[in-house]
């Protein structure tokens, strides 16, 4: 993770981190321990963590330099706020790290569609 961070002319102003359980708390956990800033992007107000991953959760969120609650609504409305978070992130940041296994759906399949809609540069460290 430390060279996929760090692999880059610039340095890092923040990692951005999407607060979904597994791979996005493991990044932030893993910025925040690297001594990167890290800008929590909720999808909603009112996300919180699945049980075992409340003490990683609170960590990125009291260690966080900004939480940013992406859409303000205290309750889950939909699976659209995942989308919703991804293009903020995306929109938010120069370059965008992923974990992506190449299966063409889902969340991070369509948070990298509009990664390269937006010309972002993508590395992907998944395998």
Known sequence: ??????????????????????????????????????????????????????????????????????????TYIGPWLYQVRNEWMVDNATHVLAYYNGAPKGGTFNCLKYANKKKKPVRNVYG
């Open 1 to 74: 993770m430390e060279n996929a961070l760090s692999d880059g002319p610039e340095p890092i102003a923040a990692v951005i981190c999407g607060m979904a359980n597994g791979v996005d708390l493991w990044a932030g956990n893993v910025a925040l321990d690297l001594g990167l800033p890290v800008i929590a992007a909720k999808p909603w107000a009112g996300h919180g963590p699945r049980k075992s991953d409340v003490a990683l959760y609170e960590r990125i969120i009291k260690e966080a330099v900004e939480v940013v609650d992406v859409n303000l609504s205290e």
